[in-house]
């Protein structure tokens, strides 16, 4: 048998490793299937393990910024004192991404959680909205009760693929707010005026309060 060609045998090789490309390796953030970054361009900074969440604060290779890195904050699971504390903590050890003009690239934080106290969902709100973040909600989170409050305290915020915001207020069904008490639907006021304004937050009460009795509620997705 004759042997093949030298040049035919390095082209099969060289077809044979493109058929098989090594596997493409992504940090995926918390909460979600495939949604990330190429590992290789992450830093894991710090992980808070709690009893029922978890969050996570990582470095993303960015060039435009003057460090060459942009801090993300990711979290999943329960909205209550404790991970509030943790979120709180990590945003105070953000390192500001700053471009050669001047301009701040604004921390990225995804969210996924379901569960919450919805008075901590506005204490975290006002937290975002202070530290001037984007909230994120992406494919596979789910941002519900508490989390969908702090959703709408932020200034900046998206939703993206299948990502899902739905706020739940029934106090009947011991979920939140009872819409029967003016005086119980008073915090949730107070929160939208401080964060949206006094038009634009009246706006969001009176369209909340046309869901409040909803099983399905307000979906803001």
């Not at 699971?77 to 700053?98: A, D, E, F, K, Y």
């Not at 975002?128 to 789910?142: A, D, R």
């Not at 900046?156 to 106090?171: C, E, M, W």
Request: hydrophobic share 40%.
């Amino acid at each position: 048998m004759n042997a093949l060609p030298f040049r035919l045998l390095c082209l099969l090789l060289t077809l044979v490793g493109c058929a098989t490309p090594a596997p493409d390796v992504h940090h995926v953030v918390l909460g979600s299937q495939t949604y990330g970054y190429p590992a290789v361009n992450v830093r894991v900074l710090s992980v808070v393990q709690g009893d029922d969440f978890e969050a996570r604060q990582a470095q993303v290779r960015f060039p435009e910024c003057l460090s060459g890195s942009l801090d993300i904050l990711e979290f999943s699971g329960t909205i209550n004192s404790s991970s509030l504390q943790t979120l709180n903590g990590m945003l105070q050890r953000v390192t500001p991404c700053i471009r050669k003009d001047g301009r701040r690239v604004v921390t990225p934080v995804y969210l996924n959680s379901a569960e919450g106290e919805l008075l901590l969902g506005t204490q975290l709100g006002l937290l975002f909205q202070s530290q001037g973040v984007e909230v994120i909600v992406t494919e596979g989170h789910v941002c519900e009760s508490a989390c969908a409050l702090a959703y709408l305290g932020a200034q900046r915020k998206r939703v993206q693929a299948n990502g899902r915001v739905v706020l739940h207020l029934n106090g009947e069904q011991g979920r939140g707010f009872d819409c029967a008490r003016s005086i119980d639907m008073m915090p949730l006021k107070n929160y939208l005026f401080a964060t949206a304004g006094k038009q634009s937050g009246q706006a969001l009460f009176n369209q909340a309060l046309s869901h409040c009795r909803s099983g399905k509620g307000w979906d803001l997705s």
